[in-house]
């Protein structure tokens, strides 16, 4: 059960498009297509941005897709406004009822 | 309105223990597996423990298990978390969460917290 990994940060200016990675193993992220991605401002709970590798839940701005490739998912936001400016987890199912988060990543806003 | 409430957090000394609590309200409790995930101060999200409708079946991160017992009432519409022979790494804010049995496979609503604290 090691954690997904994760950069630590990514930055980008307003309007830009960050991409956001999140390396497990053919265990978890490769095997299932059941990845979730959280948003988390300071002193706050996180929030669902995606689920179902690529499934975007009600309310959540279209600027937000992700992805995945083998051992890999992706999260990456167009348009960046200065609110997306937050820590952003991965997770994903790691069989046997098992999950596994990420690393985190820190999304700066220049 | 969706709720997630929980209590039962507090400061312990090593080896010691604590039961958390998480009230559930504004939707249909027995349609979701409940989850326990924790956040240590200034680190990252960890799962810790999920249950499923009818806590016929649970599941534990690898540094919990055979230490902490997840359990849950749906009459009261309540999950808990019995943790025993706590450490100082366990020292997190306790978050209670819900994953739908049928639709997306995602935490989908998370409470606010409980903070636990273990001393040496």
């Known amino acids: 059960q090691s954690a997904l990994t994760q950069p630590r940060s990514v930055s980008g200016s307003p309007g830009q498009s960050v991409t956001i990675s999140c390396t497990g193993t053919s265990s978890d992220v490769g095997g299932y297509n059941y990845v979730s991605w959280y948003q988390q401002h300071p002193g706050k709970a996180p929030k669902l941005m995606i689920s179902d590798v690529s499934e975007r839940p009600s309310g959540v701005p279209d600027r937000f897709s992700g992805s995945k490739s083998g051992n890999t998912a992706s999260l990456t936001i167009s348009g960046l406004q200065a609110e997306d400016e937050a820590d952003y987890y991965c997770c994903s199912y790691a069989g046997t009822y098992t999950y596994v988060f990420g690393t985190g990543t820190m999304v700066t806003v220049l | 309105e969706v709720q997630l409430v929980e209590s039962g957090g507090g400061s312990v000394q090593s080896g010691g223990s604590l039961r958390l609590s998480c009230a559930a309200s504004?939707?249909?409790?027995?349609?979701?597996?409940m989850h326990w995930v924790r956040q240590a101060p200034g680190k990252g999200l960890v799962w810790v423990s999920r249950?499923?409708?009818?806590?016929?079946?649970?599941t534990y991160a690898d540094s919990v298990r055979g230490r902490f017992t997840i359990s849950r009432d749906n009459a009261r519409k309540t999950i808990y978390l019995q943790m025993n022979s706590l450490r100082v790494e366990d020292t997190a804010l306790y978050y209670c969460a819900r994953l739908p049995v049928v639709g997306a496979q995602a935490i989908d609503n998370w409470g606010r917290g409980t903070l636990v604290t273990v001393s040496s």
């Open positions: 249950i499923n409708v009818d806590a016929s079946v649970t």
């Open positions: 504004g939707f249909t409790f027995n349609s979701y597996w």
